[in-house]
């Protein structure tokens, strides 16, 4: 089981060994401590940045992207999907189901398993593993691919993820299934990991990696309007949140401690276009990624984004509940933590807020910017701009871009109002 390493195979590729207690990863026959990120994107950057490691959720496009990890001397922990178990009618007690979906993850690990990128499979991604015996069919399903792993794939060891530290699921796992190691997505409540750990040793005390980590999502308790949107910090207070998360909750000194992946290593819309984004579309670097290299190389880079602080419309802040007539004339000035450096140039863009959409702020349609709103100069720091006529909520971005492939990134919510 998980507190024994069960499965250690000091002779694989890739297997995870303890040594007076202390857990580690050993790849190709060295220790390997994971350092790296969840994403499938900008991955030259990431290796060249000090990383080693990503993971990815799924199988889509898997070959390209262990072929692109290899070139880039990066190891992928690769997702193998297991539907959500909430409802076990849905594909659990079909039999059907389960078996065709067994078998298309089998011709999945036997095809990839000698890749020299791999380093572990993923089996789900945050399910859910109660107690109760009405799950067993889960359960079952669950362990056949993880056996089946074990048998066709030896080389690799076999792990699962849940959200934060929840200690039933973690019973659970250790009681009912026989994965190598637990990883956690683990963002605002990281603060009670080290604690967590500490506490529940009596039962588990097996090896770990945090497969997800970073800024508070929007999920979390945080800065909220009247009308329920959240306020986001700017890009350079996220840099400065990634490396005071990691240096002070991250349980870097504890024995069973593999590694983390920071998220997301790339650009995606998930509330915002920008609320988890190191990158964007383009590929330039956010300050985040700045820290997050400095976390894993120990030195500072030499270029920086452009140090944006925050947004003021009208002369009010994103926590003010700015509500504002419809079709009128609003301001809107972008306030930087101290002087402007170097050539940089600013967009500014107004899009209308999808909180209220379904799937709520887990939201991934892109939403359509408003068109010309805005009136005259919008490159600057200072803008005019008329508010929509529909009434609803709305967010205004601005983006600022240097000459060494740097952005910076703040925004602002508000509310129009219809007056007749």
């Known amino acids: 089981m998980l507190a024994a390493c069960k499965h250690e195979r000091p002779h694989g590729t890739v297997y995870i060994k303890s040594e007076r207690g202390t857990y580690r990863f050993y790849r190709n026959g060295k220790p390997f401590f994971v350092k790296g990120a969840s994403g499938f994107t900008n991955l030259k950057a990431l290796s060249a940045l000090g990383g080693n490691t990503i993971r990815i959720w799924d199988t889509v496009n898997i070959s390209g992207i262990l072929d692109s990890a290899q070139a880039y001397h990066l190891a992928v922990i690769v997702g193998l999907p297991m539907p959500a178990n909430q409802n076990m009618d849905d594909f659990y007690n079909d039999d059907t189901k389960v078996a065709a979906h067994y078998k298309n993850l089998t011709a999945t690990v036997k095809r990839y398993r000698h890749h020299p990128a791999l380093l572990a499979w993923c089996v789900g991604n945050e399910l859910a593993f109660p107690y109760k015996p009405n799950y067993n069919r889960f359960y079952n399903a669950f362990n056949k691919v ?87 910090n700017s890009s350079f207070k996220k840099a400065e949140q990634y490396q005071a998360i990691y240096k002070n909750l991250m349980p870097v000194q504890n024995q069973r401690f593999l590694g983390s992946l920071v998220f997301y290593w790339g650009q995606k819309q998930e509330y915002t276009p920008t609320w988890f984004s190191l990158f964007d579309q383009a590929g330039r670097y956010s300050e985040s990624v700045n820290a997050v290299s400095e976390l894993w190389t120990g030195h500072k880079l030499k270029h920086q984004a452009p140090p944006l602080k925050y947004i003021l419309l009208n002369q009010l802040g994103g926590k003010d509940n700015i509500l504002l007539a419809d079709d009128t004339t609003a301001q809107a000035e972008l306030y930087l933590y101290g002087k402007e450096t170097g050539d940089v140039t600013y967009k500014w863009q107004l899009l209308p807020e999808d909180y209220h959409q379904v799937n709520d702020i887990y939201s991934q349609q892109e939403v359509m910017p408003i068109p010309r709103s805005f009136i005259g100069d919008s490159t600057g720091k200072h803008i005019t701009f008329r508010t929509p006529v529909k009434e609803g909520p709305y967010r205004l971005y601005v983006y600022a871009y240097n000459r060494q492939n740097y952005f910076a990134t703040c925004n602002i919510p508000f509310y129009v109002l219809h007056h007749p």
């Open 146 to 232: 993880v056996d089946m792993i074990h048998r066709d794939d030896p080389n690799h060891p076999v792990t699962t993820t849940m959200i934060n530290f929840q200690r039933k699921n973690i019973a659970c796992i250790k009681l009912r299934t026989d994965v190598d190691f637990i990883s956690l997505n683990i963002f605002g409540d990281i603060k009670h990991l080290k604690r967590n750990l500490k506490d529940f040793a009596w039962l588990w005390k097996g090896p770990f990696l945090v497969t997800e980590w970073g800024i508070d999502g929007p999920w979390y308790p945080t800065d909220q309007t009247a009308w329920g949107s959240f306020v986001e």
